[in-house]
């Protein structure tokens, strides 16, 4: 832990000189996740902030952010390690051709770490740099639960068990965030090893906070008013609602058709940067955003 981190009001003043505007609960979060150096699992909407607080600590710690990003049918070769067999095969003719007689030795030389291919997590247990990395194992719901089990391992000991090689071991703990947009619950003996936190939709203030701090020069109402918006849209019956992430976009969009206040045929026209699905927009465009729009001047 960094000196400049050494307390809650520490970690949420870098949070913010780096773009992320968190507040208490969160900051704790992350205080003790680096004190006791537990991963930190973030569960939440999508667009509520989840991966980019990752990127503010690999940006404030300076250490190099490595992403595992999940889909169905990860596995250990992707995510974990693999053998460079294109290597393996060029040494195993070398050693027929220097008619190696020894097999174990033959073996222990095609198995050695030379020809060990790292891949996110091992990275992250011995990084090829030296310097300790910030790991984001980003939307682990979207993973089968058989990977999971591969984690139980790393996130208790920081640790990877190789077969062949045997048991590689941090030196010093990696900082790791791990995301879940809940499609699926994890599974309790994961979520064990992490120290937990929820991520909701930010109230009012924050959001304009957030805005204000991502994108400077924005205006005041502007801002305002298309906060108001976004947080009333969360309230209707849409199949995505928009994130955070999502207001951000909307307000750059905005920004870059010179706009300074909202009308019904700018946000009919954009609705596409906040709503992701034909029928949500089907749905929201025309008489529910005139309706939305009177709600945020009323």
């Known amino acids: 832990m960094t000196s400049a981190l050494s307390s809650i009001a520490d970690v949420k003043a870098c949070l913010a000189s780096h773009g992320y505007v968190a507040d208490r609960r969160l900051a704790t979060a992350v205080f003790l996740s680096l004190r006791m150096q537990k991963p930190l699992f973030l569960e939440g909407e999508p667009g509520v902030g989840k991966t980019e607080i990752a990127k503010a600590l690999s ?5 190099p952010l490595i992403r595992l990003q999940c889909y169905e049918g990860l596995d250990v070769s992707t995510a974990v390690y693999e053998w460079d067999y294109a290597r393996q095969m060029l040494a195993i003719r070398l050693i027929e051709a220097l008619g190696e007689a020894d097999e174990a030795r033959a073996e222990e030389r095609i198995f050695s770490r030379k020809y060990l291919l790292k891949r996110p ?3 992250a247990v011995e990084p090829s740099g030296g310097e300790p990395v910030v790991l984001l194992i980003d939307e682990l719901d979207r993973a089968d639960e058989e990977f999971e089990a591969f984690l139980l391992e790393f996130l ?4 990877i068990s190789v077969p062949e090689v045997g048991t590689i071991k941090a030196t010093r703990a990696p900082v790791v965030i791990v995301t879940s947009n809940r499609t699926r619950e994890i599974h309790d003996a994961l979520k064990r090893r992490c120290y937990y936190q929820w991520i909701d939709y930010p109230p009012f203030e924050k959001e304009c906070a957030i805005v204000k701090a991502r994108i400077p020069g924005a205006r005041e109402k502007l801002t305002a008013d298309v906060v108001r918006f976004v947080q ?3 309230g209707e019956d849409v199949f995505k609602r928009p994130g955070v992430a999502e207001t951000l976009d909307w307000m750059t969009a905005l920004h870059a058709l ?3 206040t909202l009308s019904e045929n700018v946000v009919n026209d954009t609705l596409g940067v906040l709503l992701k699905y034909r029928d949500d927009v089907a749905q929201i465009e025309g008489a ?11």
């Not at 940006?59 to 250490?63: Q, V």
Request: proline share 0%; hydrophobic share 40%; glycine share 4%.
């Open 232 to 234: 009333a849209l969360r």
């Open 156 to 159: 208790s000991e920081y640790q």
């Open 288 to 298: 529910a955003v005139k309706r939305l729009l009177a709600r945020k001047h009323g």
């Open 59 to 63: 940006a404030l710690l300076k250490r």
């Open 258 to 260: 010179d706009q300074e």
């Open 121 to 123: 997590l091992l990275e």
